[in-house]
Nanobody, 127 residues
Framework: QVQLVESEGGLVQAGGSLRLSCAAAGQTFSTYAMGWFRQAPGKEREFVAA????????YYADAVKGRFTISRDNAKNTVYLQMNSLKPEDTAVYYC????????????????????WGQGTQVTVSS
């Protein structure tokens, strides 16, 4: 498994921006697709975005498409989630996750495809 540590989230006003990062320990980071999920109070964890192991393919949930951007720097073992035009409904605990398979050609979008998870970081968007 890969150990993942997310950056601190924060409190931001609606319309604002925030960038999350997730640092991975280990030498195999560049072989895994990475994803971001979120869980709001009283709701199930939901998919946000994913990126292939080489960064060539990305996929977004409809709710964040056009506002969020996932990227990765394999040299730094880090994946990022740039969140723009934030809305109160984006308030949640955000988790990064590493795929359970090496060199997957597609990007997984279900939580069961991911084997390693970060501890989560709170993002709160005020109206």
């Amino acid at each position: 498994q890969v150990q993942l540590v997310e950056s601190e989230g924060g409190l931001v006003q609606a319309g604002g921006s925030l960038r999350l990062s997730c640092a991975a320990a280990g030498q195999t980071f560049s072989t895994y697709a990475m994803g971001w999920f979120r869980q709001a109070p009283g709701k199930e964890r939901e998919f946000v975005a994913a990126i292939s192991y080489n960064g060539a393919v990305t996929y977004y949930a409809d709710a964040v498409k056009g506002r969020f951007t996932i990227s990765r720097d394999n040299a730094k073992n880090t994946v990022y989630l740039q969140m723009n035009s934030l809305k109160p409904e984006d308030t949640a605990v955000y988790y990064c996750a590493a795929d359970g398979w090496h060199y997957r050609s597609s990007v997984p979008v279900t939580s069961s495809d991911y084997r390693s998870w970060g501890q989560g970081t709170q993002v709160t968007v005020s109206s």
